[in-house]
């Protein structure tokens, strides 16, 4: 069995050159299907399938496979782990699983660890969910706007546009700082994440445009607590970005404010794990976030 540990889950054939980054040869590029701007792609897995799976940059890990999968593909235990959320509260222990391969495309990952878990139904019913590390080894893009997945051989570099930032990856989850009314905050760049989400803390100094109204219930592997949401009289700004007065989540729990779907929608972001950079691109420098539905955010484990 392994090693307990803890694991944080805070989703062309030619060389062509790019804004802000070195020469990237493609690999790979598949559909995207956004449901609710939730990401998910078709995948074989061990040489079976199709499955649809999500994808998820707030989860540090390589994949999240559901307990129907496990049985019907007789999924090996490899141990177990100790999953949690950045709330730091409430973790628990799961069976993680070996899986011999998942192909994406063109690519094949071989030897992915697995770790069972039943996420929200958000978005519809799906097999498993693809972690931001298992894409370590490529530039790995998410193209919102033309719905699509591409994997890429090179590199990204900084650019005068501010297109290209650098993150940071505690608990291998990309987390970019944003600027909110003169202060910065870091958030996770989370592809599950429903919203423009900010710490309740955080919000103390800030003047809003609008009373907070509750708009949800969050739940997470380790929590569930109460969404609320206002707008606020300040701009938010990212990278070459800026969202203009923008309606945001104001989180109870988490310690880190979190760049979720309602924002990629807007982008085509490619990461650059070696690198630790990520680019963000849009036709529009200055984006509106409006309100969102009543709902329920998504229980992937942070």
């Known amino acids: 069995m392994d090693q307990f540990c803890r694991w944080w889950f805070v989703l062309l054939v030619v060389a062509c050159l790019c804004p802000g ?49 496990i049985q019907q593909l007789g999924l090996p235990v490899k141990g177990e782990i100790e999953v ?39 978005g519809g019913n799906c097999d498993g969910i693809l972690g931001f590390t298992l894409f370590h080894d490529y530039l790995f893009t998410l193209d919102y706007p033309g719905q699509q997945v591409r994997m890429a051989r090179g590199s990204l570099t900084p650019d005068g546009n501010n297109e ?45 445009l609008s009373d907070p109204v509750v708009i949800g219930r969050g739940r997470t592997v380790s929590s569930e607590f109460e969404i609320k949401g206002a707008q606020l009289a300040s701009d938010i ?12 989540e104001i989180n109870p729990v988490f ?30 420098k200055k984006i509106t976030i409006s309100p969102p539905q009543k709902r329920e955010v998504p229980a992937s484990p942070k």
Request: aromatic fraction near 8%; charge should be neutral; proline fraction near 7%.
């Open 84 to 122: 949690g959320d950045p709330s730091g509260k409430n973790p628990r222990k799961v069976r993680t699983v070996s899986v011999a391969s998942i192909k994406l495309g063109d690519v094949e990952f071989k030897g992915v660890t697995g770790v069972e878990f039943q996420p929200s139904r958000m």
């Open 21 to 69: 980054s070195s020469a990237e040869e493609s690999v790979t590029s598949i559909p995207m299907e956004l449901r609710r701007n939730l990401p998910f792609v078709q995948v074989m897995v061990n040489g079976k399938g199709p499955f649809t799976f999500g994808i998820d940059t707030g989860t540090g890990g390589e994949a999240l496979v559901m307990p129907d999968l």
């Open 164 to 208: 290209v930032v650098s993150f940071l990856a505690p608990n291998d989850v990309p987390t970019i700082e944003l600027e909110v009314g003169g202060q910065k905050i870091d958030a996770h760049i989370d592809s599950r994440g429903k919203g423009l989400s900010l710490p309740e803390k955080f919000m103390q100094g800030l003047k809003l």
């Open 255 to 284: 310690p880190v404010g979190n760049f979720g779907s309602a924002v990629l929608v807007n982008f085509t972001v490619t990461f650059d794990q070696k690198n630790n950079l990520v680019r963000l691109v849009s036709k529009d």
């Open 237 to 248: 700004h990212a990278g070459g970005y800026t969202f203009t007065q923008p309606f945001v």
